[in-house]
Structures are given as C-alpha cells and as structure tokens.
C-alpha cells in the first residue's frame, strides 16, 4: 500500500542501502510531517529494506499489538540492568542489536515533527555503542527523492562525525522547511 502511493504521487528511490549491510541505524530526515511516515514507508518497501523501529513497551500490547507488529515496531524495555541501575534507551536499543543477527533500525533524530533546533543524539551512541554504521536516509520533497545514500562509520569522535552528518543533510528539503534545523554541534 505505502509503495503503491510513494509511486502514485510521483516519488522515487535514489539511493539504496548496500545490500551486505545487515546491521545499521537508518537515520531519517528531514522529519517535518506526518507524511514523512507514508513516503519513508513507501521507500523503504521500494528498497526491499525491512527495517524496524523502537517503540515503548506499554504500546507493544493490545489493541495495537498486531498494528505496531506488522509495521516493523520492536518494544523496548528500559527496566533494570544487571546491576541494579536503570536501564536508557540507548542501552535497550543497544541490547536490540546484540540480540539480533540483522537490524536496520530507523531512528528520527529530530523528535519530533514540530521545529527544533538540537537533534537527540541518541541514535549516535546507539550506533558507537552496538558498533554498527549509520546509514544517512533522506526524503527530499523539492526532487520527490528518498534514499539511503552514505554510511557513517562512528569513531567517537562526536563533533567531526556530526560534521559530516550536517554536511550531508544540509540541501535536503523538509515539507515543511522552516521546521528542519540542523544539529548545532556540540554535546
């Protein structure tokens, strides 16, 4: 459904994932609207990519259990580690990696759809923490493109790393453009 509307109004795939990537977090930007979801949907499928996306706990459970399911959602659990501290998101999304021998997890580093002018970063230590790439996913609304077209492999190096994100995203045009602002770096 989602591939058949992305064709529908006249969208295209520019750039694919390698398909020997079998680990990674997919960022997605601009995230400016809620239409964002459908084309990203429609991309994704297009690139034959099954990515997932992280979800609270509490809604992994009926009624939208089977909805969250089909759409690719993992739950989190942020309860306890072994040493008794509570478990971040970071850790949990971490531990999805660990648990699994291929995960493309997609993560809107904005937040939200609503203007902003700091990304979380958590999807960066997500990445340096489960040491796998972070593949830079786009959606262009000025050309209609969507794609997956660079991979970053972080060194820990926060700021020069983020630098090259910023780089990347900084022609990519949002629905809503006065509501995309890149990451000012520093952590």
Not at 98 to 110: A, G, Q, V, W, Y
Not at 170 to 184: E, M, Q, S, Y
Request: glycine share 6%; hydrophobic share 40%.
């Amino acid at each position: 459904m989602f591939n058949f509307f992305f064709k529908l109004k006249g969208w295209k795939v520019t750039h694919y994932l390698p398909k020997d990537i079998l680990k990674c977090v997919i960022i997605a930007a601009p995230h400016t609207s809620n239409w964002d979801f459908i084309y990203a949907m429609g991309a994704l499928k297009d690139m034959n990519i099954n990515s997932r996306f992280t979800i609270k706990k509490e809604w992994y459970k009926f009624p939208f259990k089977g909805l969250m399911k089909k759409l690719g959602a993992l739950p989190i659990d942020r309860g306890t580690n072994p040493d008794g501290s509570r478990k971040g998101t970071v850790d949990a999304m971490v531990d999805l990696f660990n648990e699994r021998k291929d995960l493309l997890l997609l993560i809107t580093p904005e937040g939200t759809r609503s203007a902003v002018n700091k990304w979380k970063t958590g999807f960066y230590h997500v990445a340096l923490k489960a040491k796998v790439p972070i593949a830079l996913g786009f959606i262009d609304y000025a050309k209609k493109e969507c794609g997956i077209d660079k991979l970053i492999y972080p060194t820990g190096n926060f700021n020069e790393d983020m630098k090259l994100i910023m780089e990347f995203y900084k022609n990519k045009i949002g629905r809503n453009p006065d509501n995309f602002a890149l990451h000012t770096i520093a952590e």
